[in-house]
């Protein structure tokens, strides 16, 4: 998801700064628009560094004496790619601009242009918020959809007591997140993920390894993350930048992956194993790269099953998910992995059609339970991720937070 972050010529400037970095944490991608008034309190270097966007400082170019087309219709542009617009701080003159449809700077005319939502965090001096043109201009925006996080009463930067300090930038995130749709309802939880291919050595530059992209493990890390959790993510193999988590772990093989997983099991709450991990290895790995007029032979034996042993090994407390994909007998074969690797739940695709699964950006997948099997058409990889969020929320409700006692060895 990605944001327009509008900062405006106040002494509460700084603080967006602040802002970007927590939205940043919670997985959204942050444009900053700064008006000409803002960037005499913060510089756009500061923003641009934060966020690793462009950041907006007006409408036209730099060189007047340019013809610039990209910048004078970029705020269409901005006003389509964005989830939300957050106004952070609002200073009384930007909230008279929006209340009254006034559009001689980027942010304004963004705001008109725009049909995302609109969240707005006022800081002013206390006379101005409470002067009576500010009370009715708010309560214009307010009948209009903007969401108002108030501001906050304390010590004013003009040296007046009172109402108009910036509202807690945590609050300010949160009310984001809760406009954006994306709730908070892993806050407590540690989810640990598994993703991406396994890869069995033949030889020093061969070696035995499946299509998995990672794209639907990286998928669920992202979208947990959003959702508040604190994610511990094990990556097979990929092309792919991690998403940003608490913990990214590459490993390669079977065993390096078991050994990472195991390690972090006792610390987490959740755990899904969406990674390819590879049913078979060579028995036998050559110390040098086999010539081509050698041949090679390969004779394989069985890799650890890891769903299982973390099903042996699941404390009470914990919610378990496997992945498996099928090519015939779909739910009939995932139903047995529910009952014979001790999950909860189990995320079934047909991997023979094509369009989705190994390396594609959409999934089809079916989620069993105990209980149910819940048909997910196809989707983006995200938005099945998010489906299966909501399947561990359900199950996190009916199991118990107490862990028992039982000894965990790597």
């Known amino acids: 998801m990605k944001i327009a972050l509008g900062v405006t010529g106040g002494i509460a400037a700084y603080k967006a700064a602040e802002l970007v970095r927590q939205l940043q944490d919670r997985g959204i991608r942050v444009q900053v628009v700064m008006t000409s008034a803002a960037q005499e309190f913060v510089r756009p270097l500061t923003f641009a560094a934060l966020s690793g966007e462009k950041v907006i400082t007006g409408m036209f170019g730099e060189n007047a004496g340019d013809t610039n087309l990209d910048s004078a219709v970029e705020h269409i542009a901005v006003a389509q790619s964005i989830d939300a617009l957050v106004v952070v701080p609002a200073t009384a003159d930007t909230i008279a601009k929006f209340a009254n449809g006034l559009a001689n700077d980027f942010l304004s005319t963004l705001y008109l242009a725009t049909k995302a939502p609109v969240v707005v965090a006022p800081a002013m001096n206390v006379n101005m918020w409470q002067h009576p043109a500010t009370r009715k201009n708010m309560e214009t925006l307010r009948e209009r959809g ?12 003009c040296g007046m007591v009172g109402e108009g300090r910036l509202a807690d930038v945590g609050a300010i995130a949160d009310a984001v997140m809760e406009t954006l749709g994306v709730t908070q309802d892993l806050k407590n939880e540690t989810v640990l993920i598994s993703a991406g291919p396994t890869y069995e050595p033949i030889d020093p530059v061969r070696f035995i390894g499946n299509r998995s992209s990672g794209k639907m493990g990286y998928a669920l890390a992202e979208a947990a993350a959003r959702r508040g959790a604190q994610v511990l993510l094990v990556s097979g193999p990929t092309s792919l930048i991690p998403p940003t988590v608490r913990e990214f772990v590459p490993v390669e093989t079977v065993a390096e992956m078991r050994d990472a997983l195991l390690l972090r099991y006792p610390d987490a709450t959740s755990v899904i194993m969406a990674a390819a991990i590879s049913d078979y290895k060579p028995k036998n790995v050559a110390s040098q790269k086999i010539k081509r007029e050698q041949g090679v032979a390969l004779e394989l034996e069985p890799t650890s099953d890891i769903l299982r042993e973390l099903g042996a090994r699941r404390f009470d407390r914990h919610v378990l998910i496997g992945f498996a994909a099928e ?9 047995k992995k529910l009952e014979s690797k001790r999950v909860d739940a189990i995320v079934v695709n047909d991997v023979s059609k094509a369009g989705i699964g190994f390396n594609a950006d959409n999934n089809a997948v079916t989620i069993i ?40 060895k790597a």
């Open 146 to 157: 903007v969401r108002i996080v108030e501001p906050g009463t304390g010590y004013l930067a």
């Open 327 to 335: 090519t015939e007998n779909i739910i009939e074969n995932a139903r």
């Open 369 to 408: 339970t105990g209980d149910e099997a819940l048909e997910i058409p196809e989707s983006s990889k995200f938005e099945v991720a998010q489906r299966v969020l909501d399947v561990l929320v359900r199950l996190r409700r009916t199991r118990s937070l107490t862990p028992t006692p039982v000894s965990v």
